[in-house]
């Protein structure tokens, strides 16, 4: 399908600038435009391929301004970025999508099974599991026993989740994802030698939920491991048993998370960041990549980085300090010569 | 079932304090406790629900001593957290198992399958292989040529073990993980292109070992990976290839340990730890968090953290000084502006 | 099979020194060589081992001379290393292979299937797929629509391969990864909560890609991931959206390169590294294990540790001075006593 400028523009109550009847039927990445394709503008990081690009249409904030001319139309918007989302989001939903329980699947005779629901090929549903409407399991799924998954929720290929989990609404769970697992829980006894702690809990995902490739979220010991509505969880993370992540939380790829943290709402985590065990993390902080976070935090909406954390203001001083003491190693020796020649 | 505290202190050899017969049917968290329920204090972090929480029965330590008046029943115990996995491993005995041969899995003709096996659907089994007594197999698990797994194993949903890989007694194997995939070993040539080094050896998973979800152990590229009894191995690690761990040594998440290295018996490695390849871990050696292991550890029972890694003490006071440098800088340059105003 | 030193030396044209009349039938670790098998001698440390090892044959760098008496016949060579890869490959050359397609499979009446291609039990196949001649697809892979396998490919157990997505010729995919899930793309509204930005690109591997078990690459918002011709990429490590990883690049386990960065070829990256997102990495760099990317690399050829990463060498001394810190803040109290004192 094609839409011209003109067409988009009013979609996203944007303002043309330029040929407003120019048409596109793709979307491309500014630096590597074609014909026929519109393209956007939100990190100002690439601000100069927006005169090289051959996109014939670009989203820019409102507020853009050309520095030389440019052969591209432009359409304004508010936020480029949310409105490409609004434009990929309208792409998406005319996508055919899929229906129909496969005669290859494996489901319980006591499963409950919603309406519009879709079940590929070797997916496996146990005893007494509930699905809701409209959920999409896709093929090679293990869904255990007395599972619940509500409505609206999409579970790609090779994921495993373990008996008496829950899916919350309108959760999206990517292949090799495993929900449940047993935590990391054992008894040294006097030789050394680990007994297992049976871990007898669930996992409870809210509403919102995204989880990542090959995500790991244990299931708690007693009681639940608990992500909270909105939060979104990205690929390789693991989240160890009990925790609990506050809404609308965001944890970039292989962050780990020890057991029985409690993690506020509307933290963001950066990718390989690890946090400590039996912690509480205020509200709406934030930690760089690769993090320690080893005490708990307790004023909201700080900023961290490091290992172990430090304010980042103190880390990025530190950090240019720490490449250049080797010479001042040198300088303090110096001194010391000085000091002792005074002597 | 319910049971009651003169019940439950009797079959852990434990002291009623308070209401003998006060019965409960569940687990609780001591901070999350409700009616009718069980739970326990061991991290004394955790002291002070005690007096607050709902649950019926606390377990605690023999040691323990109220500060405050307290409504719940106590039982006192020589560990409590070993006597929580003692009640919680009985009511993990009492639940159903999974048993029988799934009709909807590929079991090769030549494989041979123990007694009170369970397979669930759409699990391979391929040739030659030995499955011993008691073992489970959950759905969508491969099981690649000439692989024994020996009695009482459990594996879970979405494992992949490759030809050939040997699974010891008691083996709990979770959902995702890889067993026996191919060493990262490559040959560059003159252009710096990578030529395959084929990785012909195996797996060998000792007793007792532990596997945690989405762990991917490599086989040797010849002879053996090796992981000896009793080993715990959490979700994430990456163990390569050639790789020996030691007796009741414990892996937490996320850690990776590079080709060749041979960690000795009883070491414990927190989450995130890198330890690089060809070299020898002592026994008993233990790493904080986010450890980069670079050099052989040779004498037993030592505590490291950093990267790169130096003993715990030394970090600390390390870490200290880092978070304080810019500061330090400031009265180095104080100091070295006096000693030029002096000469 | 039984060859002789002479027969072998012939094959990988070096040079016998000892008795060419042994026969071996199978490899072994210098370390733990057995009677009847070859082994090898290529990185010094295990220099010792080779005086003691019961194998009959070692594979030696010629310019390897004996300091001591030694039993073993030598088979002297250019490179000890790729000489055995090449035995290596001779052994795995004459095993059998699987060939077939299982009757428990499921394969799209659209989808397009090469010539003696292996596909096991329980593999999807989706709608328009196109798998080449020779392609192995092991037990319980899911290859979702549209998705290009191109000749002579192996994809082992477990894997996930998204819709749209390109796996080029002689690439080898171990169980467990996930190619093309979404890329972790969200759009914050003004009360902080994520809409998801839809995630319509794909994946496109090149020829000779290796990819290890359990890792992740993600498709593009827009356009493609794209992993060039000769990358070998680890276990668990994490490709996230609109990267791109020049020819012939090595990424060892559990390394994470985020949005949008571009690596040049050549580079190598130990493990554990993090790499932040819209950098551009020149060709042939090299990061040391656990370092911390935050910029561009503009030079090729350097090499790089620490996090935030500085020049090996820098890294090296800072490191240094890092563990003798706390000593070097006394000197420093001192220093500051004395100059107090005179004044």
């Known amino acids: 399908m094609e839409f011209s400028a003109k067409q988009i523009a009013e979609f996203l109550n944007g303002e043309v600038v330029g040929n407003q009847n120019v048409t596109v039927n793709n979307f491309s990445k500014i630096e590597q435009g074609e014909k026929g394709t519109l393209t956007f503008l939100s990190n100002p990081k690439y601000t100069n391929f927006i005169y090289s690009t051959q996109a014939d249409i670009v989203l ?39 229906t129909g329980i496969s005669q290859k699947s494996d489901i319980a005779e006591t499963a409950k099974i919603g309406e519009n629901v879709f079940v590929g090929a070797f997916v496996t549903i146990g005893e007494n599991c509930k699905i809701g409407n409209n959920v999409k399991i896709y093929p090679n799924t293990q869904i255990a026993d007395n599972v619940q998954v509500k409505d609206n929720s999409t579970i790609y290929s090779n994921v495993s989740i373990y008996e008496n989990c829950v899916v919350g609404e309108r959760n999206i769970i990517h292949s090799g994802a495993v929900i449940g697992a047993d935590g990391f829980g054992f008894a040294p006894d006097e030789q050394g030698r680990y007994n297992k702690i049976p871990q007898i809990g669930n996992v409870v995902l809210g509403n919102d939920v995204e989880i990542g490739a090959n995500a790991a979220i244990d299931r708690a010991t007693i009681g639940s491991t608990v992500i909270a509505d909105g939060v979104k969880i990205d690929n390789l993370v693991q989240i160890a048993h009990n925790v609990e992540i506050g809404e609308h939380t965001a944890i970039a790829a292989q962050t780990g998370i020890a057991g029985s943290t409690k993690v506020g709402e509307k933290c963001v985590f950066a990718g390989q960041v690890g946090v400590a065990g039996h912690l509480n993390i205020a509200e709406r902080s934030i930690f760089g990549a ?54």
Chains 1, 2, 3 share one sequence.
């Open 290 to 343: 690769q993090t320690g976070v080893t005490s708990h935090i307790k004023e909201a909406g700080g900023v961290y980085q490091g290992s172990p954390h430090m304010p980042v203001g103190n880390f990025r001083r530190s950090s240019i300090a720490l490449k250049q003491l080797p010479e001042t190693l040198q300088k303090i020796y110096q001194m010391e010569r000085e000091l002792k020649l005074k002597n």
């Open 60 to 98: 820019v904030d409102k507020d853009f301004t050309t520095e030389q001319e440019i052969s591209a139309t432009l359409i304004k918007v508010e936020n480029a970025y949310q409105a490409l989302s609004k434009l990929l989001s309208l792409a998406e939903s005319i996508k055919p999508t899929k």
